[in-house]
T-cell receptor, first 110, second 114 residues
Framework: GEDVEQSLFLSVREGDSSVINCTYT??????LYWYKQEPGAGLQLLTY???NMDMKQDQRLTVLLNKKDKHLSLRIADTQTGDSAIYFCAEKGSNYQLIWGAGTKLIIKP | DTGVSQNPRHKITKRGQNVTFRCDPISEHNRLYWYRQTLGQGPEFLTY????????KSRLLSDRFSAERPKGSFSTLEIQRTEQGDSAMYLC????????????FGEGSRLTVL
């Protein structure tokens, strides 16, 4: 069945780059998304990538897509304390639903 | 900024009581979703509407849960005879069914059942 997997935690030093990884199973996915959730808040769409793209860059964010391995990553350059949050990967499934990962908690060390 | 609005933001209730949450989506969005989220988990799909039609409801959703979107604009989610296991964040999201199909979420309604 459809499934999205992410590591539960990532710890990085302030100023370093963070790379959050995600694997998915539905090869027919047309869009893949990264959402950010801060404590007690809703989910904020950070960026998305269409399945015919390999890379998308948006300011400090870089998304890489490897369709062969069904692997998606989100790189945050120059990580700041305000980037502390849970990051969710999601794929648009074949039935117009979003399939969600469990989220990766990004911890920033000073 | 007229994003997705949800209220109440927090609701504390006693077991057995009924609660209702409201969601006002972005005005030009024709599709509206309800999700439930518990600590340490991703959003769990509950139901969605295309305009006023409820097109899908999760098989995990008990009969105590009902949702409406009477005029294709705002939506309500009602939970009858609440149980402690219903304690969660209830998230509403809306989207246009075209283009990149991005979901925009509200801030959520947190339910605590005592």
């Amino acid at each position: 069945g459809e499934d999205v997997e992410q590591s539960l935690f990532l710890s990085v030093r302030e100023g370093d780059s963070s790379v959050i990884n995600c694997t998915y199973t539905d090869s027919s996915s047309t869009y893949l998304y990264w959402y950010k959730q801060e404590p007690g808040a809703g989910l904020q769409l950070l960026t998305y990538i269409f399945s015919n793209m390999d890379m998308k860059q948006d300011q400090r964010l870089t998304v890489l897509l490897n369709k062969k391995d069904k692997h998606l990553s989100l790189r945050i350059a120059d990580t700041q304390t305000g980037d502390s949050a849970i990051y969710f990967c999601a794929e648009k499934g074949s039935n117009y639903q979003l399939i969600w990962g469990a989220g990766t908690k990004l911890i920033i060390k000073p | 900024d007229t994003g997705v609005s949800q209220n109440p933001r927090h609701k504390i209730t006693k077991r057995g009581q009924n609660v209702t949450f409201r969601c006002d989506p972005i005005s030009e969005h024709n599709r509206l979703y309800w999700y439930r989220q518990t600590l340490g988990q991703g959003p769990e799909f509950l139901t969605y509407f295309q305009n006023e039609a409820q097109l899908e409801k999760s098989r995990l959703l008990s009969d105590r849960f009902s949702a409406e979107r009477p005029k294709g604009s705002f939506s309500t989610l009602e939970i009858q005879r609440t149980e402690q296991g219903d304690s969660a964040m209830y998230l509403c999201a809306s989207t246009k069914t075209s283009g990149s199909w991005e979901l925009f979420f509200g801030e959520g309604s947190r339910l605590t059942v005592l």
